[in-house]
């Protein structure tokens, strides 16, 4: 069984920063990832990390403003999020797959195991 547990959701002013973490518990799969859903939209891939590789992809939006990074001896996958901008306001949860190739890493239904989520909220 696999337990994953976000923080560092909150509110802040277009602009500026926050970073999000996810703490893994249990047997993790190959792939971490973060999704977010905005209210009356559907979920979205945002990005992902391999936990052996450290390779990474980002949905085009937050390309150049999000980055993902993995601590392996934490069990912690981070993302760091700067530029905010209020469409990026939504519940942002992590995932984890087994799966590993870009193919299946930036859609939902390949991911075994959810957080609970966090709210960031993006202030205009």
């Known amino acids: 069984q696999v337990q994953l547990v976000e923080s560092g959701g909150g509110l802040v002013q277009a602009g500026g920063s926050l970073r999000l973490s996810c703490a893994a518990s249990?047997?993790?799969?190959?792939?971490m990832g973060w999704f977010r859903q905005a209210p009356g939209k559907e979920r979205e891939f945002v990005a992902a990390?391999?936990?052996?590789?450290?390779?990474?992809e980002y949905t085009d939006p937050v390309k150049g403003r999000f980055i993902i990074s993995r601590d392996n001896t934490k069990n912690t996958v981070v993302l760091q999020m700067n530029s905010l901008k209020p469409e990026d306001t939504a519940v942002y949860h992590c995932?984890?797959?087994?799966?590993?190739?870009?193919?299946?890493?930036?859609?939902?239904?390949?991911?075994?195991?959810w957080g609970q989520g966090t709210q960031v909220t993006v202030s205009s």
């Open positions: 995932a984890t797959s087994p799966r590993s190739s870009s193919g299946y890493i930036t859609k939902a239904e390949y991911y075994n195991y």
């Open positions: 990390i391999t936990w052996m590789t450290g390779f990474t």
């Open positions: 249990g047997r993790t799969l190959y792939t």
